[in-house]
């Protein structure tokens, strides 16, 4: 059973620039092991992926951990299926990833991606009361 030992913010500092926090997505091997980030931005990065590409009810012992945008990619295409999509992943951050704030998502849908059952998602955020923003890109597959 895990346990909360308490919430810190995290910064990233020069005396722990050469510890991992965590993986990269996509998973690609590196020297050892899979590629690591070790820039907190750049974990929060992969966390987002990692939560909107996958599948509510994937995910053994936490079936509510995931977005269902695969499943919104097989709705009929109407005038408000981007509104959802976007009502979907930011109900999904801050369900899962509260303290990423995503500022403005775009989602690209041409004819070709709809023919393949794809779409492309841009969202730009921010991590905490950080006032950069940083952005992450992916496509949703169906």
Not at 74 to 99: A, K
């Amino acid at each position: 059973m895990a346990v909360e030992l308490g919430r810190k913010i995290v910064k990233d500092t020069q005396q722990f620039a050469n510890y991992a926090i965590g993986i990269t997505l996509p998973l690609t091997f590196g020297e050892n092991t899979f590629e690591q980030s070790y820039l907190t931005k750049d974990q929060v990065k992969s966390n987002i992926k990692n939560l909107l590409l996958t599948k509510r009810g994937e995910r053994i012992l936490q079936p509510e951990f995931g977005s269902g945008l695969q499943s919104l990619l097989f709705e009929q295409n109407v005038d408000d299926l981007e509104g959802r999509i976007e009502d979907t992943i930011n109900e999904s951050l801050e369900q899962w990833l509260p303290y990423v704030t995503a500022e403005q998502i775009n989602i690209e849908s041409t004819d070709e991606l709809k023919d393949s059952n794809r779409l492309n998602v841009s969202i730009d955020f921010r991590i905490g009361e950080d006032i950069s923003l940083e952005n992450v890109t992916f496509t949703v597959q169906g």
